[in-house]
Structure formats: structure tokens, C-alpha cells
T-cell receptor
């Protein structure tokens, strides 16, 4: 799986949009971009994923550049409960016996401030 | 929303003792995983399990570790002879038929080896 690079930390004001960048310059054509978050010491929580089109769900939006070498996770109206470590992970999507694991990096520690 | 359930939430054990961590994955999921996170460090993949056998394991998953799906609902991780360095949060996860979508993680078991 391709490696990702994220800033180690960022602050965000409550109610404002939080834009979390991720670089994945070595991404392959069959690899998706996944975002997870981990609140305190809880289990990681799936947020969103995408291949090349922008995606939106009830939690967030994912913007992937045309060359797919970077992406941005957008939390449209950050709340205090969005304080967490956010992980950008690149991974092939098809089910195979091997290669289905998630490789977590250090992520971005997001602190939402009142 | 379906959940992955892990028990116990916290286990303290003496070095050299065997421990079994238990997980109930989401009922229609077919792929099962264990991850661990040592305090302050990254989430690390241990093992994936599909069709009643290990499909991939990491270097961490040595002969001291084993996994089992003893019945149709439980998925267990056994550590045969615990070491101090096994102290960590252990997360179980499961995923559905299509690997495109994200995993669902449990809330974890905090294992403390004394």
C-alpha cells in the first residue's frame, strides 16, 4: 500500500470547517483513499473513502485531486466531539486473502476549540 | 447500527499467564482482524482471518499468539505466555463481503501485564 503523509496536528474552531490534508504521491490506480478517526483510546472509526471522485456522506466530504496524489478531508462544521486523531490510509479495495489490512500512520491530531 | 463487541474492556494479568481476548464481530461479516495499539504509539495490524484460517499475519503475531473462531459468533485472540511488552489496547475488527467499504472496529480491550 502506498505511504501517506499528514501534518501531525492542527487546531480548529468549533463551528468552522476543518480541512485535513493528506499526501499520497505514490498511490496506484487500484488503491482507494480511506479516512478513519480515533477518539481518545477508542477503536478507529471509518469516516469515508474514495477512488477518484469527490465523496460526501453524513460525516464528511473527501476531495481527491485530479492526479490523485493528495486529498483533503473536510469536516464541514466541526464540533468538540470531532476532537480526535484522523488517519488517511491508502489501500487496495478488492477482497483478497492477503493485502486486506489497514496500515495506520501517525495521523493528524485535531483539536477542536470552543 | 451494528457493532463489534469486545470483552473484557480491561484485563490485568501476570507475566507468563495466558489470556484470551474475545470479540463478537458483526453477524454477516466474513473477514476478521486483530490490531493492537501500545500506549502512545500507532495502531498495528496483527492478523486477518477469513474462511476459518489466517489470511495474513504481521511479524508481531508470533507463536505466542493464536486466533480462533470457536463458534459462529465469537472470534478470539489468545496470548499463550504474556510478556510486559504485550501491554496494549487490542482492537478487533470485521468487514463485509465487499472489501471496498471500511472496517468496523470494536472499542478494544486494554491488556495490562504486570
Amino acid at each position: 500500500d502506498a505511504k501517506t503523509t499528514q501534518p501531525p496536528s492542527m487546531d480548529c474552531a468549533e463551528g468552522r470547517a476543518a480541512n485535513l490534508p493528506c499526501n499520497h504521491s505514490t498511490i496506484s490506480g487500484n488503491e482507494y483513499v480511506y479516512w478513519y478517526r480515533q477518539i481518545h483510546s477508542q477503536g478507529p472509526q471509518y469516516i469515508i473513502h474514495g477512488l477518484k471522485n469527490n465523496e460526501t456522506n453524513e460525516m464528511a466530504s473527501l476531495i481527491i485531486t485530479e492526479d490523485r496524489k493528495s486529498s483533503t478531508l473536510i469536516l464541514p462544521h466541526a464540533t468538540l466531539r470531532d476532537t480526535a486523531v484522523y488517519y488517511c490510509i491508502v489501500r487496495v479495495a478488492e477482497i483478497k486473502a492477503a493485502g486486506n489490512k489497514l496500515t495506520f500512520g501517525g495521523g493528524t491530531r485535531v483539536l477542536v476549540k470552543p | 447500527e451494528p457493532e463489534v463487541t469486545q470483552t473484557p474492556s480491561h484485563q490485568v494479568t501476570q507475566m507468563g499467564q495466558e489470556v484470551i481476548l474475545r470479540c463478537v464481530p458483526i453477524s454477516n461479516h466474513l473477514y476478521f482482524y486483530w490490531y493492537r495499539q501500545i500506549l502512545g504509539q500507532k495502531v498495528e495490524f496483527l492478523v486477518s482471518f477469513y474462511n476459518n484460517e489466517i489470511s495474513e499475519k504481521s511479524e508481531i503475531f508470533d507463536d505466542q499468539f493464536s486466533v480462533e473462531r470457536p463458534d459462529g459468533s465469537n472470534f478470539t485472540l489468545k496470548i499463550r505466555s504474556t510478556k510486559l511488552e504485550d501491554s496494549a489496547m487490542y482492537f478487533c475488527a470485521s468487514s463485509g463481503v465487499t472489501g471496498v467499504y471500511g472496517y468496523t472496529f470494536g472499542s478494544g480491550t486494554r491488556l495490562t501485564v504486570v
